[in-house]
């Protein structure tokens, strides 16, 4: 793997946090450095949008990015993403279409944080009028391997690195709202999984979301330890759920 040439990109829709900020110029060092150092490429951009719709924020880095025709690789990430400083180093070394990191939703109530920002589609298990009724929604996960890479159906856009070939392949508008209350995420996942592209995770990229607290694993591991409802109601990665959501 050479001539790798990354675009950091973050959309930007209110206030900056000063831990995500600092974690994106680690990220940013730390590739860097790693890529002159195996003799990779190198970072060869940034850009962060401001006071936009998310999904035209998401459309606007994705045209600027294709605009560079030396760019292969587009990093995706959030305003209130607390990212790992190797976190782009690890998805490199996936070697997918489309990689991600794991990140942890937010919650008013903290018994309420911890659920993955990761989902699942069963095709099979739904009936076609559900399908039809719901073409982007998808099961959450809740239980997931956590030292080995996994497919997943969506995994939000916090921490995701896109290859070239996404975006020239998929037709604009690669992200939209049309998906109802699913957001252009699952709009994006919807199309790139129409267009032969698989998602990869790597469960070792952990991610911070923050706000006045900071949301991480670790709520993960205390809903694990201390809910007993809260694998029963989502997806196992490796299972099929049945069609109410319940585990089979």
């Known amino acids: 793997m050479s001539g790798i040439n990354i675009a950091f990109t973050s959309t930007a829709y209110g206030p900056l946090w000063s831990p995500a900020v600092s974690s994106w110029l680690n990220v940013v060092a730390y590739t860097a450095r790693h890529c002159e150092i195996q003799h990779l490429g190198k970072v060869g951009g940034a850009g962060v949008t401001d006071r936009q719709y998310t999904h035209m924020a998401e459309n606007q880095l994705v045209k600027d990015f294709l ?14 993403m607390v990212l790992p400083r190797d976190c782009i180093v690890r998805l490199l070394e996936l070697d997918k279409d489309i990689a991600s990191g794991v990140y942890f939703l937010r919650s008013a109530q903290p018994e309420g944080r911890g659920q993955p920002c990761l989902y699942k589609r069963p095709v099979a298990r739904l009936s076609d009028r559900a399908k039809d009724a719901n073409p982007y929604g998808q099961y959450p996960v809740t239980i997931f391997p956590t030292e080995e890479p996994f497919r997943a159906g969506a995994s939000g856009l916090g921490c995701v690195l896109f290859t070239r ?15 109802e209350k ?3 995420d699952m709009y994006f996942y919807k199309h790139a999984t129409d ?9 070792r990229v952990r991610c911070g979301q923050i706000d006045y607290y900071q949301t991480t694993i670790e709520d993960w591991y205390w809903q694990l330890e201390n809910n007993p409802d809260f694998g029963r ?12 959501g319940a585990h089979a």
């Open 165 to 179: 070939r996404v975006f020239e392949t998929m037709p604009y508008p690669w992200f939209d709202l049309s998906a």
């Open 182 to 184: 699913y957001g252009s």
């Open 233 to 244: 109601a989502g997806y196992i990665i490796g299972r099929e759920p049945q069609t109410n």
């Open 67 to 80: 605009d560079h025709p030396e760019a292969t690789h587009l990093f995706m990430t959030e305003m209130d």
């Open 195 to 203: 267009y032969g592209f698989e998602c990869w995770v790597d469960p």
